[in-house]
């Protein structure tokens, strides 16, 4: 049992704490990993509590691996409540001082990437789904999908291509995004419209979620019935055209580095009309 | 209790089932709201995933609300997993076919602002904030929040100014987005730079989350520093310089509408270059 025996500071007498950590916002993070009976966890867990208050802490916040479900129903009766949740654990909160609650929101979009891949001849790379609101209706659609947590959006974009239609594409730039709401549970969702260059054109489509895919000339791709009563169907296809004919500029990633974390993340800006102005510290 | 008694296709015998809805991908949603007995639970779900088995449902997806948290254990014995969490509620799945499990995946990224908000007389508008990695050390940025889940992007950038700063602001567009990877938990994070105009000049600071507020110099806001350390700070500047002086061009919010979703959403687009190239069904 990951229990932390300390000697209590205000009273000389040995109690058990549960393990914590300190977080950059003045609370604690307690990341339980071993079974523990539920009445141990609770003295543990009060005694934890009236620590942190002595010591100022804010949020609480108290990991449970699913092999824990049994600590789930305890933790809520001592005032914890939901904060988020995966597979593999659920993640509980309580704001112990009486000041007012500033603990961060949950993950709240989902991100997904529609791929517009267009080849020498004018022809687009589309699929037709096996589920979802359009099966069945003969619509050809872009290539789409979710965005993994911990996944750039643009080597999704790239993955997401070559899994559904077995093409290999390079990634240019992002063309527009669109912002939705509601559309999985309560959640929102961000789609972003990436524009692809193919580097190979034979393709081996996967079974499970496609029915089928195509090269689709570009002239009938944007005819179809579907771009008239679905608008995002339409502007898909003014934005490939106006790619097409060099005139519109998207966003496109920047690699940039922060002392405050030592993962790589990326700026997506237009870097075509960022270049011609840059800025020192100097600069008048 | 909100249990439906239905007479069982193949026995003719009744027996009770949890209340479900479908969902659009073949499975069900199970959303229970009153309080209900664990043993009695555990008998319902056996019967109904017998039952939705033999329909040929996929996934099944129960909703729990942290009252019924007596409910979460037995759940997740019965072979559930966590899929998400709000404040307010659970949400486990299990998928019951033979096939592949395409469940999918959870709200992945938080999703904030960054305002940049400038005058005529080229100040923006800069906040120290009360806690974050910055505390204390007296660097000056731009107001930034979290996009709630629900709220457009644009709205969400007028929200956090006007309650950073007291400042009313029209948002113009987003110049350019960050992507990061594990910033909060193991959450991915999308940051969106905002361009926005003042509306009214007296500053009225909020004093739960901001230390000080000012409109500053240009020039001094990016002689920071901090803007040597973090490329981001840097790349703030520069943008704000390049969209004043008006060679840069972001995306802008458009409302779409779909057949398939009542809700508004908006698709964000380089609007100065799309209106040059309309494309109707009829052009070759």
Chains 1, 2 share one sequence.
């Not at 523990?36 to 990991?63: C, E, N, P």
């Not at 789609?191 to 393709?203: A, E, G, Q, R």
Request: glycine share 6%; proline share 5%; with cysteine.
């Amino acid at each position: 049992m990951m229990v932390s025996n300390k000697v209590c500071e205000n009273g000389g007498e040995h109690v058990g704490l549960l393990p914590a950590t300190d977080d950059d916002h003045g609370g604690v993070i307690v990341d339980i990993e071993e079974a523990m009976d539920a009445k141990v966890f609770v003295t543990l867990l009060r005694d934890s509590i009236s620590k942190w208050r002595q010591q100022g802490k804010k949020g609480i916040w108290i990991k449970l691996p699913i092999g824990l479900v049994n600590l789930v129903e305890p933790t809520v009766k001592e005032g914890f409540r939901y904060h988020h949740a995966e597979p593999t654990y659920l993640m509980l909160v309580r704001w112990i001082p009486e000041t007012t609650d500033t603990i961060p929101a949950n993950a709240s979009h989902r991100v997904g990437i529609g791929a517009i891949v267009l080849n020498d001849k004018r022809e687009l790379l589309v699929v037709q789904e096996k589920s979802g609101k359009l099966k069945g209706m003969g619509v050809w659609k872009i290539p789409t999908g979710v965005v993994d947590e911990g996944e750039n959006i643009n080597e999704a974009a790239v993955r997401e291509v070559k899994e559904e239609t077995g093409i290999d594409a390079k990634f240019l730039e992002i063309l527009a995004f669109r912002q939705s709401h509601k559309l999985f549970f309560q959640k929102s969702d961000l789609f972003f419209i990436c524009m692809m260059h193919p580097l190979s054109s034979d393709i081996k489509k996967q079974d499970l979620e496609i029915e089928a895919a195509q090269w689709m000339p570009f002239e009938e791709y944007a005819a179809q019935p579907v771009a008239q009563d679905h608008q995002l169907y339409k502007y898909i296809a003014e934005l490939c055209l106006a790619k097409e004919q060099g005139e519109y500029t998207g966003l496109s990633p920047v690699p940039i580095t922060s002392i405050f974390h030592k993962d790589l993340s990326y700026l997506y800006l237009n870097s075509q009309h960022l270049n011609q102005s840059p800025v020192s510290s100097d600069q008048s």
